[in-house]
Nanobody, 120 residues
Framework: EVQLVESGGGLVQPGGSLRLSCAAS????????MRWVRQAPGKGLEWVST????????SYADSVKGRFTISRDNAKNTLYLQMNSLRPEDTAVYYC?????????????WGQGTQVTVSS
């Protein structure tokens, strides 16, 4: 059974940083591109970032470009999202997944999410 478990969320002040982790079990992380999406209160799902299987290619939503960094450690079967210069509008539940994200919907395997709250 594939399991993806996010951690590292919490409450942080504007301008602060957090590092999210996504631990995978039941499958080999290195076989799949991985993604982060988020859902802010009262809003739909928003794609955040994608990384390919060997980390040679990454992509980011314009809203996080230059502030967030996606990475992976295939030896540890873990995906990361380093979030710097956090803003109140980054407040959301963050989900990692090996599945796809099409027209605002998730398909395939995704975690249960970790809450990030940016507030003073």
């Amino acid at each position: 059974e594939v399991q993806l478990v996010e951690s590292g969320g919490g409450l942080v002040q504007p301008g602060g940083s957090l590092r999210l982790s996504c631990a995978a079990s039941g499958f080999n992380l290195s076989t799949s591109p991985m993604r982060w999406v988020r859902q802010a209160p009262g809003k739909g799902l928003e794609w955040v970032s994608t990384i390919n299987r060997d980390s040679s290619s990454t992509s980011y939503a314009d809203s996080v470009k230059g502030r967030f960094t996606i990475s992976r450690d295939n030896a540890k079967n873990t995906l990361y999202l380093q979030m710097n210069s956090l803003r109140p509008e980054d407040t959301a539940v963050y989900y990692c997944g090996s599945g796809t994200f099409i027209r605002g919907r998730r398909y395939g395997d995704w975690g249960q999410g970790t809450q990030v709250t940016v507030s003073s």
